[in-house]
């Protein structure tokens, strides 16, 4: 595959932008080797430079599960772009997708929005402060929710060790009040808990684990946390960036039937523009400013043609539902990729839910963080260009989820699994 036109903008690139690219994820840093550039996207497909054309599975990390430019989003852009882009007074637009989520996730009442998925947990998580009038935030290692400062962290030595920061720039005054606990680990949170019990004041949780590579919950653990938070006075902060109309139109909460106190969104609601949100119980959202005094402004919250991107897309999921067929497509995905690992005897595990998969390149089940890097990442790079080369994009890291979209067919799944074969046929 001829990637010279790539190459050539990814050098012009690292010479006045950090490292060629405005996110690191996109630096193909797991796998070695210079990123695609891409030029255009239709359906399931990405169109780069070099004139390649790749059956994409990143999905833009989540946003895209309707497939690239579909028509009707392409549409309702175009009206609001022909009114303005943006005018910092309020637009109905605001109210209409507001009123979307809250349908489809009952446990919001009220919600605000941000421009990304980082403003939206670092506001929540100054919301679960402000609300509680405590510090500590607990979070599992293996979830990501941002680059917010006091969320870098990684665990300390002890279970009960304030979390240390995980990249410099952040004080460690920022995450001194961040328990980092491993997921899955509930009696972890339950001597979190007893140890301080009037210290709480949130704990946010990736309720399907998408940025360790896809993990589950196991059974119970969701519910404990949430009975956990109710018992201590603490609030149950669901990041649903990537989970929220992904694994249901409702998120993990419809499919947990949990009901946390704040969720965070991102990702699928801006159909691919910048947006964020966070929302909850009321009670705790009308601590906001101007409502309250917990401040959080934004002079592109709510921007309109943003709005109009994920209005129209969640209108298209709501009348389409495609979530039993992603789900059901996504499964045979993910059983064909596991047969094609055992027929070239790889030791690996699968993790699907919804739309969302990882093969991972290690035998153990994959449950937490400490699991998930055991994984065979060298193994992986080798996966990852082979089925480049047979223009399957995927994410280019072990530790990311792979998206299928309503745009993927039952053909592209077969062609999938099909170069899967002869990939993995060649890295035993
Ligand atoms: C992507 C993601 C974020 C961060 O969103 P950005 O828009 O990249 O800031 C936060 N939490 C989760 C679970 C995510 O997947």
Redesign the pocket.
Known sequence: MNRDQSRKHFERACRVIPGGVN?PARAFGGVGGDPLYIARGEGAHLFDVDGNRLLDYVGS??PHILGHNHPAVVEAVQQSLLCGTSFGAPTEAETLLAETIIEAMPSIEQVRMVS??????MSAIRLARGFTGRDVIVKFAG?????VDSLLVQAGSAATTLGVPSSPGVPKGCTADTVCLEFNDLPQVEALFASRPRSVAGVIV?PVV??MGVVLPECGFLEGLSALCRRYGALLIF?????GFRVAYGGAQARFGIRPDLT?L??IIGGGM?V?AYGGRKDVMQRISPAGPVYQAGTLSGNPLAMACGLATLRVLKETDPYARLEQETARLARGLSQAARDAGLPHTVASAGSMFTLFFSGNPVVNYKLATQCDTKRFARYFWGMIERGIYLPCSQFEANFVSAAHTPADIDATIAAAHEVLAGLA
Request: charged residues 20%; hydrophobic residues 15%; proline residues 4%.
């Open positions: 996110s990390w989540g990304s998925g980082t403003e939206a947990t979830c990501y929710h941002g680059h990736e998408g940025n990041d649903e960036v990537m989970t965070t991102g990702k910048p964020g």
